[in-house]
């Protein structure tokens, strides 16, 4: 391996919003965020331009426009105009700006669940009718869209918002669901918002459809959402971009952004760029990583987590944890408390039993061997 993941870094006193929640004997793996140093060629790259000794207000430039459109074509064969992208300080701002640039009072906005709680709360910041559509989980572990249910819930238009790949299922959605999902929405002349920040994470040799390449129509309808901070460990950089094809469409969802959301930061593009044009070699080794870091965590819950389970990520370094059967009313703080172990809370995900919780592998094997130990001590002392 070129590159070392297995190094373990002390971000404490760095301002870390992943170690800073948490007394520093709680091991965090909660919020998305990777225990892993950004890739050697973004850092090469931001020093060289921090050789330029300002950092003044900045725009997009031709490089960083084509960097990104070559990828989404080396990527996923999808070939979009450098003129659809719009650049955005989060992936959050974006799903809000669309949201209040073509969603009326009265009409619905769908939210599948569980999911990542900014895109749950988003139709409330603009007095919108949200509809929370659980997902139906199967015989073989993975999890699937009730297409009749949606219908019904955009009837008379307003949109869905999608993540795909899946936080937290970590669901990579098949060619054959995303495309009955969108001529659900086309048909009920629904916007699809689809948040696709995990994109190049898939594993076991998946690749990611954007829903917007599936067909022209539905790219008329779908506004994208991307970044390079989830796969390439730049998230505090925040920089990202939204694709929107259709140039009415992208005007009027750009217009949304006055007066909330300013430009974009210039070490944050530069990372950017660097990311989709230099970076591939260091994502190839990460995903296998993280591939191996899965395995490990799904066999570790099925021999020393009694009473836990998980379906398999196919996507993202999130797993979401069925803790159902320990019989504890949160386990959340049953594992920070007991085992010092920081997760995401399953309520705020939508999970109104509080029976999950949300655990974060794209960190150091030592690190994800230590949070195991941790939860296996506290599973034997319940029982004890």
């Known amino acids: 391996m070129t590159f070392d993941f297995d190094q373990v870094f002390d971000r404490h006193n760095t301002g870390s919003t992943k170690w800073s929640r948490y007394p520093a004997d709680v091991l965090p793996m909660w919020v998305a ?31 960083l426009r084509e960097a990104i459109v070559a990828d989404l074509w080396n990527k996923y064969a999808w070939r979009v105009d450098p003129q659809a992208l719009i650049f955005l300080p989060g992936v959050e701002s974006g799903f809000n700006m669309a949201l209040n640039a073509l969603i009326e009072p009265q009409q619905n906005v769908v939210v599948q669940v569980p ?27 993975t999890y699937s869209t009730p297409l009749e249910t949606l219908r019904q819930s955009l009837q008379g238009g307003g949109a869905l918002l999608l993540s795909n790949p899946h936080n937290p299922l970590g669901k990579a959605f098949p060619r054959e669901e995303l495309l009955a999902v969108a001529q659900v929405c086309l048909a009920q002349d629904a916007w699809i918002i689809s948040d696709e920040i995990h994109a190049e994470l898939c594993f076991d040799g998946r690749v990611h459809i ?29 920089t990202s971009f939204m694709i929107i094809e259709d140039p009415a469409l992208r005007a009027r969802v750009n217009h949304a952004r006055c007066g ?9 593009m530069e990372a950017t760029r660097v990311a989709y044009s230099e970076a591939a070699p260091w994502l190839a080794e990460l995903k296998t990583y993280l591939q191996a870091n899965r395995d490990y965590l799904v066999d570790a819950v099925r021999t020393r987590l009694p ?3 998980m ?8 797993a979401w944890l069925d803790c159902s059967a320990l019989g504890l009313d949160n386990p959340q703080q049953f594992f920070l408390e007991q085992a010092k172990v920081g997760l995401s809370a399953g309520l705020d995900f939508g999970d109104q039993h509080q029976q999950f ?28």
């Open 210 to 238: 954007p829903t917007a390449s599936l067909s022209p129509e539905i790219a008329r309808r779908t506004i994208t959402l991307m970044s390079a901070s989830k796969a390439y460990n730049i998230a505090g950089l925040k």
């Open 311 to 318: 379906n398999v990520p196919q996507s993202t370094y999130l």
């Open 260 to 268: 909330m959301v300013d430009s974009v930061n210039p070490l944050g």
């Open 33 to 63: 965020d990777m225990d892993f140093a950004a890739p050697p060629v973004i850092v090469q790259a931001l020093q060289k331009r921090l050789e330029h000794p300002l950092l003044g207000y900045s725009v997009s430039q031709d490089d």
């Open 307 to 309: 009473g836990i389970t």
């Open 115 to 141: 999911n990542y709680p900014p895109l749950r709360h988003a139709p409330g910041h603009w007095g919108l009718n949200k509809v929370e559509l659980e997902f139906v989980a199967q015989a073989d572990g």
């Open 357 to 384: 919780v949300r655990l974060n592998f794209g960190c150091p094997r030592s690190l994800l061997e230590e949070g195991i130990a941790r939860m296996e001590r506290s599973l034997r002392h319940l029982k004890a």
